[in-house]
């Protein structure tokens, strides 16, 4: 495509992506102040746009808005959207880097589920964790990491309404230190789980942003933990960030 083609396209993206993000609608003489363009290519474009459905214009006020179009073929989009195989990839990459397990969970409730793995190259290690097996997500790094994304109000309804299993000797099950550990998560950007839902083992997690900016899905390296020392987590972190920017991307986030 030539280049006149591919700006029009850009200019196009930036009107619709303008629209999408404006409850009220915009018109036309609004849209060009804020984009730069003439008022006749944003005229252009836009009739060109409702010809197809993705915008629509009120005849009364000349508002321009997102037509029903986009969600027409958001719906396609999510019904579509494989979250495993978009997640694969980097998650094998991440695997071979470390030389450790690596998890994919999304949220269910007050819980996580295991909805993929790469098992470490080392073999011969044991964990609870299995496809499709549930844990409470209190106590789990991938959990804790989805838990952080919210407010301590959102966090602490999950709380409240788990009931609250001391799994291991380290389990969390004090609010004043649970809310503690999300503010760390926070700072850090990744949370740890350090025996707390399985003894000897010993997790890095992050949570995975989508489409909407929310985190259902979380990433973690697991491993034994006479192999998790602090200092091998900090040199791990970089390629588990790597990895969730990654799959983050694949599932739209921005």
């Given at each position: 495509?030539?280049?006149?083609?591919?700006?029009?396209?850009?200019?196009?993206?930036?009107?619709?992506?303008?629209l999408c993000k404006s409850p009220n609608g915009m018109t036309i003489h609004?849209?060009?102040?804020?984009?730069?363009?003439?008022?006749?290519?944003?005229?252009r474009?836009?009739?060109?746009?409702a010809d197809r459905g993705y915008v629509q214009r009120d005849t009364?006020?000349?508002?321009?808005?997102?037509?029903?179009?986009?969600?027409?073929?958001g719906d396609y989009v999510l019904d579509n959207l494989d979250v495993v195989a978009r997640a694969r990839d980097a998650m094998e990459r991440?695997?071979?880097?470390?030389?450790?397990?690596?998890h994919l969970v999304m949220r269910q409730g007050n819980e996580i589920v295991y909805i993929h793995k790469v098992e470490s190259?080392?073999?011969?290690v044991r964990m609870v964790s299995r496809i499709g097996a549930r844990?409470?997500?209190?106590?789990?790094?991938?959990?804790?990491?989805?838990?952080?994304?919210?407010?301590?109000?959102?966090a602490l309804e999950c709380w409240n309404s788990s009931t609250r299993i001391a799994y291991t000797p380290h389990t969390i099950t004090k609010e004043a230190a649970f809310l503690h550990e999300l503010n760390e998560i926070r700072r850090l950007g990744y949370a740890l789980d350090n025996e707390e839902n399985e003894l000897d083992v010993r997790c890095v997690a992050t949570a995975i942003p989508d489409w909407r900016g929310q985190?259902?899905?979380?990433?973690?390296?697991?491993?034994?933990?006479?192999?998790?020392?602090?200092?091998?987590?900090?040199?791990?972190?970089?390629?588990?960030?790597?990895?969730?920017?990654?799959?983050?991307?694949?599932?739209?986030?921005?």
């Open positions: 495509m030539e280049r006149g083609g591919v700006q029009s396209l850009d200019r196009a993206f930036d009107l619709l992506e303008l609004r849209l060009s102040e804020t984009t730069g363009l003439h008022k006749s290519t944003v005229h474009l836009l009739n060109a746009m009364e006020s000349a508002v321009y808005r997102a037509g029903m179009r986009i969600c027409e073929l991440l695997s071979r880097h470390t030389g450790e397990t690596v190259i080392h073999g011969g844990r409470p997500l209190y106590c789990t790094g991938v959990g804790k990491a989805i838990l952080a994304s919210q407010s301590d109000q959102e985190c259902q899905y979380a990433l973690s390296i697991s491993a034994p933990l006479s192999r998790m020392t602090d200092e091998r987590i900090m040199n791990m972190v970089p390629d588990l960030m790597q990895a969730r920017q990654e799959i983050a991307v694949n599932l739209g986030a921005r």
